[in-house]
């Protein structure tokens, strides 16, 4: 065995490894477990209610994150600042699960393909989140990995129970809504990149992100041209049925106007 290279892996996890696999699998069965629950064996239990759960769940993995961080290091590090892309369901879920109205309906797009989006990326590509353990075990030494996998789960769980229990359904319409609220919170991630000097969303140095490249070889400009056209392109995807779905009326609306 080469123990150089052991000792590499002991401390430094590796996407893709076992670390991330196992734990993007319980994650997943986890979610799958709870929808089958609550759509096919709890029916009875209301939608309303089931959202407000898991929105106040998810505030609460949050505090829990903070209070056991600063109880351990005495300190609330700055990369902790809410700004991150994951972050904006902190506001997101809970207007959706308590708001009513209007208000509910602009944010529930957001939330839906922001969440679904953001919880995906991490549980595919969890390089900032895997921390410096190898393994799981200890889980002593694993609780805010722990937690920031099952936070992320949640966000998921979340945007597809909107889906599955026909709360909410996807409309082409709402995509440029999406997209334009999703700029809004760049725009806030940057200015607090400017101010404390942090990475949120990965707009400042790109650690972590598979795209850094584009910064450190082309540049910041063609860094955020590119990141921009990335969003525009993954938040598009939970919107494709819908596309493909009014494509497909309007061609069969085209062909009965030509035959009449």
């Not at 996407?15 to 994650?27: E, R």
């Amino acid at each position: 065995m080469n123990f150089n290279s052991y000792l590499i892996e002991s401390v430094s996890p590796e996407v893709f490894g076992s670390k991330h696999l196992v734990g993007s699998l319980i994650i997943s069965l986890l979610i799958t477990i709870l929808l089958v629950l609550l759509l096919k064996a709890f029916k009875t239990v209301k939608r309303e209610r089931v959202l407000k759960i898991t929105a106040v769940f998810l505030l609460c993995l949050e505090v829990t994150k903070y209070t056991y961080t600063v109880i351990q290091d005495g300190s609330f590090p700055v990369y902790y600042i809410p700004m991150q892309l994951c972050s904006f369901s902190l506001y997101l879920m809970p207007l959706v699960a308590f708001g009513k109205g209007k208000l509910r309906a602009f944010f529930e797009p957001t939330c839906f393909s922001v969440g679904l989006l953001a919880g995906l990326i991490v549980l595919l590509y969890p390089a900032t989140v895997l921390g410096g353990d190898y393994d799981w075990l200890p889980l002593s030494e694993n609780i805010i990995q722990i937690i920031s996998f099952v936070y992320h789960g949640t966000m998921i769980f979340f945007s597809l129970y909107l889906l599955m229990s026909k709360t909410y359904h996807p409309e082409i319409k709402d995509y440029a809504r999406c997209y334009v609220t999703l700029v809004v919170f760049a725009g806030m991630a940057m200015i607090t990149n400017a101010i404390f000097d942090t990475d949120m969303m990965f707009l400042n140095t790109g650690s972590g992100s598979p795209f850094q490249f584009v910064l450190l070889d082309y540049g910041r400009a063609t860094y955020m041209i590119f990141m921009a056209v990335i969003a525009a392109v993954l938040l598009f995807l939970p919107f494709i049925p819908s596309f493909v779905s009014n494509y497909v009326t309007a061609l069969k609306k085209k062909k009965t106007t030509e035959s009449i």
